[in-house]
């Protein structure tokens, strides 16, 4: 009758192993496995051969701006953002004409307050916003740089240049690829035959051609289109060839998002006796639109860094300038075209990178499903 | 009270915008009147503009000698080559690096798109790093990086870095040891022929003896052993060898081995090196595809890892792999057309630059350009449609 009953206490049991720590961590990440611990070293030792160069290069053994051409010219010099900073007004501006250099930067300052609003989901007057920057600003844009109203010194486009043109691009394109993207996505779903081999055939021809090609076609054969004794702007037929190169890319994937829209959302819109294009307009585009942000935003980067292709047509965008001031003599040095290729690809990466985040962003606020 | 007729009333066609039929019909009539109005007046202006600049048009200029030079051709090229042939080089230089291209970028890809999931840390790091660093940098940019700061900044051809395997580098190129194959080497590659195609034959006959009676075979290491003791019995009966063609620093530059121009260097490097990043997502995208589930159902019947990847997981996240994976190809290809910038000939560079400018055939030869890309793009997606045929999910 006693035999289940403990009369003394139980020894305490060890304390659990780890669970948290640096220890622990390093095991699991790093030394999980022997293969692990091989991997492990191989990466650390590149680290090792890689990263002190590339700091020494690019920070420590860099000459400054406020440096002069002889620092940079000595043998240990590293990267000569000296060089960049003499120049960087050219690589933002291009030849724009100095005393007019608050124009572009109105119109920075602008994009940028625009922008910002719209990129945040819940920032209020989405519609006066997106009319602004989408409707105003370009107008805004073209009168401040372009000149010629309102007593402002007119300046040609063949003088604009560096960041300044590749934003313009990159924003045109933008703003024309949207709406001819949505007519053609439209257009590709439609079920008259006409209008859908049209937009197909326009669609894929688009796709399939290198841009390079596009930007030939469009600077040597858009004269030869028009009619006798038009000139058309240099800046204008780089414009137009990026225009309909996007908007190829654009409508695929905005079909991607009417795709995905239930066919009883097309049959609800139908029955309350909307007609096409009020059932495109309030029902099916606006959650097709939403649904394919992030992938709006890619092509969005796509064709940011598809802009530095024009260079090859002789427009002074970015790259260009960069590559322009590579025989610069004046600041001849050994490591000046290393130096301005590293400056540019900061910029363009940190509009590409920010952009990527604000996609993922986009995409993980619009996923509301369950996930692992 | 009046019966409420429920019976419904055949349509009444009639001419009028109110009825859908008609109104599809008309919009599509004007839609088609406007594209042919459109092309019309193109087609005009431009004969107009042709005719004012004194040029004329046709393919005839194709029989015509070029009389330009190109530095890199696989077959032989001279001043008195022909346009068509001009075009044919473009096409097989561009061929050329498109294929070195995928090759090389799909084995790089898969690598970092692995690593960048590997539970260690540093190598994960590494590779994120990777992507995300080359993802967001435009093509052209690497390409002038590669191309002026790094290979034209290597040392003359005096002073050479040496690699391993007699392999030179240089401002002028990439010098590799050419192999050259004696007449007994035909043998080697017959086995390895003939062991290829019974690698295929063990493997139709694993299968039906999996269905016959469920045991299974070894094929991949069978077929692998199989193919290299056939390469070297060849190779040791046949007395066969391969000397291998350093090239040798002369006065002036190298001889012998294999010349590959500094523009075809960067250009490979920079799509390899670029490609590989977007390869990698893809990768990526389609490992974490498939759901945890599978591998867990896959777990719970016993199949131990080797398998699980092999039956399970791979076959699976191929599905979602391969299609974004061809459209990185196809990007591959087209974006060598940016070699035009380095001055690697390949086809826009040969055609549409040089071939253009003296012929002033704008018309002519950027279509035939276009031609050639559009016919890659089609060519591959149909394959692609077939093969996405064969491994679609076979529903209800």
Known sequence: MNAQVRTEMAPALPPPRRTSGLILWLRQNLFATPTDTVLTIVGALFILWVGPPLVEFLLTKAVWPGGTVEDCRIEAAGACWAYIGARFNFFIYGFYPIAEYWRPNVVFALAALLIVPLAMPKAPYKLINALLFFVVLPVVTVVLLGGGWFGLRPVPTDQWGGLLVTLIISYVAILGSLPLGILLALGRQSNLPVIKTLCTAFIELWRAVPLITVLFMASIMLPLFLPQGTSIDKLLRALVGVTLFASAYMAEVIRGGLQAIPRGQYEAGASLGLGYWQRMGFIVLPQALKHVIPGIVNIFIALFKDTSLVSIVGIFDLLNTIQAGTSDTNWFSPHQAVTGYIFAAIIYWIFCFSMSRYSMFMERRLNTGHKR | ?396
């Open chain 2, 1 to 396: 009270m009046a019966s409420i007729d429920t019976a419904r009333q055949a349509p009444t066609r009639r001419f009028s915008l109110n009825d859908p039929v008609f109104r599809g019909i008309f919009y599509q009539i004007l839609v088609g009147v406007l594209v042919v109005l459109f092309i019309t007046w193109i087609v005009n202006n431009t004969a107009a503009n042709l005719q004012a600049q004194n040029k004329t048009s046709g393919f005839d200029f194709l029989g015509k000698t070029a009389g330009f030079d190109i530095s890199f051709s696989l077959f032989p090229w001279s001043r008195a080559s022909y346009y068509w042939e001009a075009f044919l080089v473009g096409l097989t230089n561009t061929m050329l690096v498109a294929v070195i291209g995928i090759f090389l970028a799909t084995i790089l890809g898969f690598t970092l798109g692995v690593a960048r999931l590997s539970s260690n840390f540093i190598i994960a790091r590494l590779a994120t790093i990777y992507i995300e660093t080359i993802r967001n940098i435009p093509l052209l940019l690497q390409l002038f990086f590669w191309y002026f700061a790094v290979l034209k900044a290597m040392p003359a051809v005096r002073d050479s870095l040496t690699l391993p395997f007699d392999t030179f580098i240089n401002q002028r190129g990439l010098f590799v040891p050419k192999p050259i194959p004696d007449d007994a080497f035909t043998w080697v590659w017959l086995a390895l022929i003939v062991g290829i195609v019974a690698w295929f034959g063990i493997g139709r006959w694993a299968k039906l003896r999996l269905y016959k009676t469920g045991r299974r075979f070894p094929v991949f290491l069978s077929g692998l052993a199989l193919t290299i003791v056939l390469i070297a019995a060849s190779w040791l009966l046949s007395g066969a060898h391969v000397t291998f063609e350093p090239p040798v620093l002369e006065r002036f530059n190298f001889r012998g081995g294999i010349a590959l121009p500094p523009e075809f260097v960067a250009l490979a490097f920079g799509l390899v090196i670029y490609t590989a990043a977007f390869i990698a997502e893809t990768v990526r995208a389609g490992i974490l595809a498939v759901s945890h589930g599978q591998t867990e159902a896959a777990q719970s019947l016993g199949l131990k890892e080797s398998d699980r990847l092999r039956l399970v997981i791979v076959p699976q996240a191929m599905r979602v792999i391969v299609p974004p994976l061809t459209s990185q190809y196809l990007n591959l290809t087209k974006n060598s057309s940016l070699g035009a910038a380095i001055g690697y000939p390949e086809l826009v560079n040969v055609f549409s630059g040089t071939a253009l400018n003296q012929t002033g055939r704008a018309i002519e030869i950027i279509a035939m350009t276009m031609a050639v890309y559009l016919t890659l793009s089609l060519l591959t997606s149909a394959i692609m449609n077939w093969y996405n045929a064969r491994v679609a999910l076979v529903e209800r």
